[in-house]
T-cell receptor
Framework: DTEVTQTPKHLVMGMTNKKSLKCEQH?????MYWYKQKAKKPPELMFVYSYEKLSINESVPSRFSPECPNSSLLNLHLHALQPEDSALYLCASSHQTSYNEQFFGPGTRLTVL | AQSVTQLGSHVSVSEGALVLLRCNYS??????LFWYVQYPNQGLQLLLKYTTGATLVKGINGFEAEFKKSETSFHLTKPSAHMSDAAEYFC????????????FGPGTSLSVIP
């Protein structure tokens, strides 16, 4: 299985809602990533987990809260988001750390009203 | 610090013509280089990568790229464009250091004209 899955595919939420994005991989990868991507822009790194521990937080606002319950799962908890947070949220995984190629999921298209 | 530039935010080619997407990088240490493709409403997919060894790298879908250290370039080519090649292409650089992040270029949007 060489696939990274993400749920949901689309999410619309109000600024006072709490929601979560989910990412899963079964490739035995020990590094997992969250990226934010705006239209016609490259992905922007948000968080990196290595061996289930948070290793990089790119100064992301606290309204985004990552969680890695086990080596196959990665969640992104969302609370009190702003309209400018609307974007495609991509999850990726790789063997160990970033110098290995990253496998990306299809993304969650988030709209904040 | 590492950086990536991609000359041309948008490239148009005719079907059957050569595809050339340009990528230049800046790195103080030997780089690892990648080309990713993103089709509309999808995630990124790895086309090819250079780590060490042979400087001409072949990837999927008929694409290849050549690492030229003297020119700090890693241009992507395909001899004959197909309609299905229309997508966004990202060049990326990293290095073999734990926890080092991947730096993506700004991307080049490829259009293929029938």
């Amino acid at each position: 299985d060489t696939e990274v899955t993400q749920t949901p595919k689309h999410l619309v939420m109000g600024m006072t809602n709490k929601k979560s994005l989910k990412c899963e991989q079964h490739m035995g990868h020990r590094a997992m990533y969250w990226y934010k991507q705006k239209a016609k822009k490259p992905p922007e790194l948000m968080f990196v987990y290595s061996y289930e521990k948070l290793s990089i937080n790119e100064s992301v606002p606290s309204r985004f809260s990552p969680e890695c319950p086990n080596s196959s799962l990665l969640n992104l908890h969302l609370h009190a988001l702003q309209p400018e947070d609307s974007a495609l949220y991509l999850c990726a995984s790789s063997h160990q750390t970033s110098y290995n190629e990253q496998f990306f999921g299809p993304g969650t298209r988030l709209t904040v009203l | 610090a590492q950086s990536v530039t991609q000359l041309g935010s948008h490239v148009s080619v005719s079907e059957g013509a050569l595809v050339l997407l340009r990528c230049n990088y800046s790195s103080s240490v030997p780089p690892y280089l990648f080309w990713y493709v993103q089709y509309p409403n999808q995630g990124l997919q790895l086309l090819l990568k250079y780590t060490t060894g042979a400087t001409l790298v072949k990837g999927i879908n008929g694409f290849e790229a050549e690492f030229k250290k003297s020119e700090t370039s890693f241009h992507l080519t395909k001899p004959s464009a197909h309609m299905s090649d229309a997508a966004e292409y990202f060049c990326a650089v990293t290095r073999k250091t734990s926890y080092d992040k991947v730096i993506f270029g700004p991307g080049t949007s490829l259009s293929v004209i029938p």
